[in-house]
């Protein structure tokens, strides 16, 4: 009988586990009186507590390199800062989302203990160390996902996202798998630090075709999880279609977790390969950028604008991974951050319009918000402004960042490709204050928020106009996982 | 602890913005919320000058300066900022006047603004201010002195704005701003050049490190000039604008637009003072410019005598206050050019005493009379406000430099550090403020005769209108006048007298040879008499002009018209600049924008390439059909031309 690994790395994962069955089991054995809405709230509260919880022990368990499970699975300070990231997102995705399940008539336990188990998805993919662990990990998140998007199941449009996203999804995953297989019968190992040895040592001749290829497909398969061109083609649709506190958790937790796992692979095991996939990583960004900016502009529904926002955004990501330095990666990371909050915020504001008792989402149901709802539309305003890189808002440092990387790495095209598309983009955020602010309202959006959403919105937004004053901690913070990713 | 005293005011800015939000149309939670705003403010404000006076008693009584580190700020090579509070004797003296004045000012407010529909954006406009203030003067480095510096100009443009549905106000805040722009230019032009000399925006650095640089050279436009005389002269520009010196001046009297309280607060206890704050601040580099010392003296002791004239003719109560601060301002910066910083900072701490009581005091003027500001339709009024009109002679008494009031003390030694610095310059300065200070006591008594005495000339409405302010309007002109009272007896031996070496500890530095101050007690006795004998004969002549022959100015005005207009006119500063400046940037801007924008760039440029982007944006949007086979497909079409471009530049 092998021996017991050493389970203290994964101390947060087992955690949420269990924690995540427990509920399960919760849900399902408590008795139900009336439509279950209490037992849904119950249970999301002791999630998000859970996710606390969890943040607690990653930080606990600490940011030193360790391996455990034959080398499967992975801890370092890298993989502390995106997973805290991701808890974080999780847990604020559960509070504000319950205002919206409460309306909509679908409260039901299965949506906290769902995002639990996509979280602890995420967690896994950010430490793996392994081409399987990176595809278990990988497949856990996206389950759970598929199943959250069509979680509205009376809504066809809901339903319609949900599979779109499950058959897109698994083609991916196909790709994904096919890739692993080559890199697996071209180098005879699926562990990442045998995969970088390998390749350190015949640098000289070069790669062989067939690994090259697998990278390329694994790339597909990751490229499809963040939404890069052209591989983004089911974000619009699924997002519009999803409820929107999933949009909402959509857009930042597995955007997060797959750009931490894009990072780790391309950066740890294929690290020595960085001249042959910079190029293919250099077209994505660009074309993710350019798309992200033209196309958000004919939109009229928001959740969709958002969606190729997102789209543009992972351009920018991944102009960091282009310059595949210590730089470079410090500015994604911090881009991510601060992504994390703007993004969040603005589902927030999203998730306040309401009229009559039904969500609205066209961009002129707007008109008016900063008549009816001051503060919201403030926050709005302050989010659309950070994410069109106005000074000195935190959307415009993490821009920064990222190009300062570029221009440091002299990879000048990416860097003015970028600086025109963020101007491109500006066009379309804007329009949202335009909207919010100058135009005519036609009816006004319902009364009051509740007060979960309002002090998210509180905490997003003080965080993205303050974060100019006192930057270092996460300046520091992301130096040091930058420096844990490329030492590793 | 002490560092309350600073962020105090930027809590109840904060808590009274967020009551901008909350009114509502309801009146009654409108009022509730007003009196939220007034009192958080105020309350606020009156627990940070609390906190300023131990802090005062703490650093420049018991003489222990500090400097608070509250946190890195920039870190970008050799550029390190941290967020600093430096306080030594300098600092704290002006923290405990911004305070003091400041809270005086928020509760005056609370009776002069009470009709007004924006209170709490009011209030919270004004301790903001101050928090901005506050951050100026405690900065411990050049880059945090500028966040205050922009901080005031921001806030100032607001508040001169207050009123934006008059267009007078948006003119004036516009005109504030944009000719502090130009001072803010070579402000920052100072800062560059202080980085690119000593490396380092700190303010403890760059002071050690100034001896050895004192005969440091620096290109400019290809010539080698000295260094600190650059670095001195662009920082004087910066203080020129903020401090309305000749030249940078003009949106001073405009400024007058907004409501009383910030004129008071504004333009004459704080903000127009920040440019005399810098310039003792960085006295240890100012020291080394013999140049940069004698233009700040010439352009002090101009704008002295050239405000004094021309407050001496104008008819609106608020802009003889005006041009008496900015010729204030002169006398304050004449004291620095002859190296009497403590002097110019003491004559900076009396006169927001005296002007703010000026001020106020007009406003409760102002408010008596319905809001009327010009003079010639006041008159007659003395004996139906009788405690504005005895807080406005002691306001008067000091601004004169009578004895005992508080100018007599500051203004006095001011004066005589000129005489005794002994230099043309000092000569020069020493007359001009004698002049001026003969012209300070005649505008101000014609002031007060116009404003008080005669036969009443406002018609009846307003006149059966006329009475004393609230208690919560008076209390603070009392405590002002107080001030005004007793600030220059019982500062003048800390500040210039026999205890000043220990008060100001090392806050700051004169160099040996720099004696004026040392000299000025030892002056000969009619240097000490003259300005107290002219300022009598001012007051005097505003007597005899104004009460005894009433015919005698207008008789004066017509057979000296040209002299009167000119001075009517101010010089004719803003038509000058009309025509040297706004004309030509107008006429520029707009065959700019209708020919070269509108026509070229446009036809061209944003219009074409607008409609090039929203062809795309279609383009791209039907890209998205919604079908999944489609999106399918194109996700490997992706991966094959991926795979095949990667594979033919390999081969290749």
């Known amino acids: 009988m092998a021996a017991v690994p050493n389970l203290i790395p994964a101390l947060p994962e087992i955690f949420l586990a269990l924690t995540a069955m427990t509920l399960l089991m919760l849900g399902v054995f408590q008795k139900v009186d009336g439509d279950g809405q209490a037992t849904a709230r119950f249970v999301s509260y002791l999630a998000v507590i859970a996710f606390g919880l969890t943040i607690l022990l990653v930080v606990t368990v600490g940011g030193g390199r360790k391996l455990t499970f034959d080398g499967m699975f992975i801890t370092d300070f890298f993989g502390v800062f995106f997973k805290i990231l991701v808890l974080i997102a999780s847990a604020l995705t559960l509070v504000i989302s319950q205002g919206y399940l409460k309306v909509q008539g679908m409260a039901r336990f299965e949506y906290p203990v769902l995002v639990m188990f996509a979280t602890l998805g995420m967690m896994l993919m950010i430490s793996a160390n392994n081409l399987i662990s990176l595809y278990l990990g990988l497949e856990m998140q996206s389950l759970a996902l598929y199943v959250l998007a069509s979680f509205q199941r009376d809504d066809m449009r809901s339903t319609e996202a949900g599979l779109k996203y499950f058959v897109l999804g698994a083609l991916a995953s196909g790709m994904l798998l096919y890739g692993s297989s080559l890199i697996y019968g071209f180098t005879g190992t699926t562990d990442f630090g045998a995969i970088a040895a390998l390749f350190n040592s015949t640098a000289e001749g070069g790669p062989s075709v067939g690994v090259i290829i697998g990278l390329v497909f694994i790339l597909a398969g990751l490229a499809f999880k963040v939404s890069a061109v052209p591989f983004h083609m089911w974000t619009p649709d699924v997002y519009e279609g999803a409820p929107t506190p999933v949009t909402a958790f959509f857009a930042v937790g597995p955007k997060l977790a797959a750009i931490a796992l894009l990072l780790r692979v391309m950066i740890g095991p294929f690290g020595e390969l960085a001249g042959q996939w910079q190029q293919i990583v250099a077209f994505i960004s660009i074309a993710s950028m350019v798309l992200g900016a033209f196309a958000a502009i004919n939109q009229t529904n928001i959740k969709r604008m958002m969606a190729y926002s997102s789209i543009g955004n992972v351009g920018y990501v991944l102009i960091g991974l282009v310059v595949a330095d210590e730089a470079g990666i410090r500015g994604v990371l911090i881009y991510m951050a601060i992504y994390l909050f703007m993004t969040l915020g603005a589902f927030t504001c999203i998730l306040c319009m309401r009229r009559g008792g039904g969500m609205v989402e066209d961009i002129k149901d707007l008109a008016g918000l900063s008549r009816s709802h001051p503060m919201v539309a403030l926050a709005m305003a302050i989010f659309m402004f950070s994410m069109a890189g106005i000074p000195p808002l935190a959307g415009f440092l993490g821009k920064l960042y990222i190009f300062m990387a570029a221009i440091n790495a002299q990879l000048y095209t990416l860097a003015v490709i970028g600086v025109l598309s963020s101007v491109v983009g500006a066009f379309y955020y804007l329009r949202v204050i335009k909207v919010m602010y100058f135009d005519e309202p036609t009816d006004l959006l319902d009364r009051p928020v509740s007060r979960e959403i309002g002090l998210v919105l509180a905490g997003s937004s003080l965080f993205v106009v303050l974060f100019v004053i006192y930057p270092l901690p996460l300046l520091a913070a992301a130096k040091a996982a930058a420096q844990a990713l490329m030492g590793g | ?652």
Request: charged share 10%; with cysteine.
């Open chain 2, 1 to 652: 602890m002490y560092t309350f005293a600073i962020f105090l005011p930027l809590l109840g800015a904060m808590v009274a913005g967020l009551l901008v939000f909350v009114g509502g149309e309801d009146e009654e939670r409108r009022a509730r919320m007003d009196r939220a705003a007034q009192w958080s403010t105020c309350g606020a404000m009156s627990l940070a000058s609390i906190i300023a006076m131990f802090l005062f008693k703490e650093v420049a009584l018991d003489g222990n300066p500090y400097t608070v580190e509250l946190f890195t700020w920039i870190d970008s090579g050799a550029l390190e900022v941290s967020w600093a509070l430096k306080l030594d004797s300098l600092a704290v003296v002006m923290v405990l006047m911004v305070t003091v004045v400041s809270t005086m000012i928020h509760f005056y407010s609370i009776g002069y603004m009470h009709h007004d529909p924006s209170i709490p954006r009011f209030m919270s406009y004004l301790s903001l201010f101050t928090f901005f203030m506050l951050m100026l003067v405690t900065a411990d480095n050049l880059i945090q002195l500028f966040f205050g510096w922009e901080g005031v100009g921001l806030v100032s443009y607001l508040l001169i704005g207050f009123w934006y549905d008059r267009p007078a106000a948006n003119a004036a805040a516009i005109k504030a701003f944009v000719v502090n722009r130009v001072g803010d230019f070579g402000f920052m032009l100072g800062i560059f050049a202080v980085f690119v000399l000593f490396q380092s925006v700190n303010l403890d650095t760059i002071f050690s490190a100034a001896a050895g640089k004192a005969d440091a050279t620096i290109q400019v436009f290809g010539g080698e000039f000295h260094a600190l005389t650059v670095i001195g002269l662009l920082l004087f520009v910066g203080a020129m604008g903020k401090s309305a010196q000749l030249g940078l001046h003009t949106w001073l009297p405009d400024a007058m637009e907004g409501p009383t309280p910030v004129s008071a607060l504004i333009h004459a206890a704080t903000m127009v003072t920040a440019g005399i704050f810098m310039v003792a601040r960085l006295s240890p580099l100012f020291e080394y410019s013999e140049t940069a010392l004698t233009v700040i003296t010439v352009v002090g002791a101009t704008t002295a005598i050239f405000a004094a004239t021309i407050g001496c003719v104008q008819n609106d109560i608020k802009r003889v206050i005006a041009y008496s601060t900015m010729s204030q301002l002169g006398y304050m910066f004449f004291a620095l050019g002859v190296s009497a910083y403590s002097a110019g900072i003491f004559h900076l701490m009396t006169h927001a005493f005296f002007k703010a009581l000026l001020f106020l005091g007009a406003g409760s003027v102002i408010h008596a009379m319905s809001d009327e500001q010009d003079m010639r339709r006041m008159g007659g009024i003395w004996k139906m406000i009788p405690v504005t009109y005895a807080l406005m002679w002691i306001g008067s008494l000091a601004l004169a430099g009578i004895w005992p009031f508080a100018g007599y003390y500051s203004k006095d030694t001011i004066l005589e550090a000129a005489y005794a610095a002994g230099s043309g310059v000092g000569g020069y300065a020493f007359w001009m403020g004698i002049t001026a200070a003969f012209l300070t006591a005649f505008y101000s008594w014609r002031l007060i005769i116009m404003t008080f005495h005669g036969a009443p000339r406002a018609d009846e409405r307003v006149m059966a209108h006329v009475h004393e302010s609230p208690k919560v309007m008076i209390l603070p002109l009392i405590v002002l006048a107080a001030g005004a009272l007793f600030a220059g007896y019982l500062g003048f031996e800390y500040f210039v007298g026999s205890n000043a070496a220990e008060f100001w500890g090392n806050s700051i530095l004169v160099l040996p040879g720099h004696d004026a101050l040392e000299n000025a007690h030892s002056v000969p006795l009619w240097v000490k008499y003259l300005p107290l004998v002219v300022a009598g004969a001012g007051i005097a002549l505003a007597y005899v002009m104004y009460m005894f022959a009433p015919g005698l100015p207008a008789a004066l005005a017509s057979s000296f018209s040209a002299v009167h207009r000119f001075l009517l006119n101010k010089w004719y500063f803003d038509e000058l600049y009309d025509l040297l400046f706004v004309r030509p940037a107008f006429y520029l801007g707009r065959n700019l924008w209708k020919t070269g924008d509108g026509a070229i760039i446009d036809g061209v440029g944003p219009d074409g390439l607008a409609a090039a982007t929203l062809n795309l944006a279609r383009r791209a949007a039907k890209l998205q059909t919604g079908y999944l086979y489609h999106y399918a497909f194109a996700m490997l079409i992706g991966v094959v031309s991926v795979v095949t471009w990667y594979l033919f530049t390999r081969a290749g």
